[in-house]
């Protein structure tokens, strides 16, 4: 299980800091949870407590997260495993082998959703059986963040009377990611050209 490190536990002894006199990964981690307005406009003690109820919220998400990252696993790898042991079954007769060829392309059809969640990094839920395999976002995740949306919209403002070229979608999600420390790709699965 990979290690959350709360942020109120982070920021200890930079609560009475403004934005601009943290570190970079701390000042990237307050841009990605905050809007700048609030924390430069919150006093310390403010800082704090938003930091704590963020970090109360944040790690029961990462701990449910963890549980279906963890199951998503063990169904995926199940499916592996019987995909291996189908590859070594003997098929001494025809009709064995198009059986052998017919379950291995079902289990690969199988599999194949779950490669695609894995090579993009969100794993789906489960039903109350456990056996739900509809591609589902974790707790919380949601594709289009509202927050991130008013900051792209501000960047485009901000860049409209810099540049003569039109400001696209991307160029506003390369600044923010930056800003934020993310991957640009995120970004523009959170975002909508709303300039």
């Keep these: 299980m990979s290690e959350f490190i709360p942020l109120a536990g982070a920021l200890a002894g930079y609560f009475d800091k403004a934005l601009d006199e943290l570190p970079d990964a701390l000042r990237k981690r ?20 938003e930091a704590e109820q963020l970090d109360a919220q944040d790690v029961a998400a990462h701990e449910e997260y963890q549980e279906i990252k963890k199951e998503f696993l063990r169904r995926m790898h199940a499916i592996e495993k019987e995909i291996e042991e189908w590859k070594s079954v003997d098929a001494p007769t025809a009709g064995d082998m ?50 991130m949306q008013t900051r792209a919209n ?42």
């Design 30 to 49: 307050v841009l990605q949870n905050f809007p700048t307005k609030y924390w430069d406009e919150w006093t310390p003690h403010q800082r704090r407590s």
């Design 98 to 147: 198009a059986r052998k060829k017919k379950k291995l392309v079902k289990l690969k059809k199988k599999l194949a959703p779950f490669k695609n969640q894995l090579a993009r990094g969100d794993f789906p839920g489960l039903d109350e059986n456990g056996t739900s395999e509809v591609p589902i976002k974790p707790p919380g995740h949601l594709n289009h963040d509202p927050e």
């Design 154 to 195: 501000q960047i485009a403002a901000e860049q409209k009377p810099l540049t003569r070229r039109p400001i696209t979608r991307n160029m506003v999600a390369n600044i923010l990611a930056e800003e934020r420390g993310m991957n640009v790709e995120t970004v523009l699965r959170r975002i909508r050209k709303q300039w």
